[in-house]
């Protein structure tokens, strides 16, 4: 049975640092597409970032780019989201989702669909207020 499971979240004051991990069983997560979604109370769940499995690109939503990071740990089977400088709109439960393809050869342009995942985490809560 493929499954995701999202560890990490919290409550953190604005501009403090938070690392989110998203551990996967059943699948062997290095080959195929990890992405992050979140989604705030009374809003639709949004794109974050994804680390690709055909080139090793990472993509980043524009809100998150140059703030948030994306890292595999292959021998762990396990994805991280690194956040810094947060803000309180970084609010939300956040979701790792694995696309397990096909992959078109201009995926930067497809990742942030959620209807192309095929397997989801069940999420992690977080918070950042002061």
């Known amino acids: 049975q493929m499954q995701l499971v999202e560890s990490g979240g919290g409550l953190v004051q604005p501009g403090g640092s938070l690392t989110l991990s998203c551990s996967g069983s059943?699948?062997?997560?290095?080959?195929?597409?990890i992405s992050w979604f979140r989604q705030a109370p009374g809003k639709e769940r949004e794109a974050v970032s994804c680390?690709?499995?055909?080139?090793?690109?990472?993509y980043y939503a524009a809100s998150v780019k140059g703030r948030f990071a994306i890292s595999r740990d292959n021998a762990k089977n396990t994805i991280h989201l690194h956040m810094n400088s947060l803000k309180p709109e970084d609010t939300g439960v956040y979701y790792c989702?694995?696309?397990?393809?096909?992959?078109?050869?201009?995926?930067?342009?497809?990742?942030?669909?959620?209807?192309?995942?095929?397997?989801w985490g069940q999420g992690t809560q977080v918070t950042v207020s002061a």
């Open positions: 989702a694995a696309d397990f393809g096909p992959y078109p050869p201009d995926y930067s342009n497809y990742w942030a669909d959620r209807g192309l995942y095929d397997t």
């Open positions: 059943g699948f062997t997560m290095s080959l195929y597409a």
């Open positions: 680390s690709s499995s055909t080139d090793g690109s990472s």
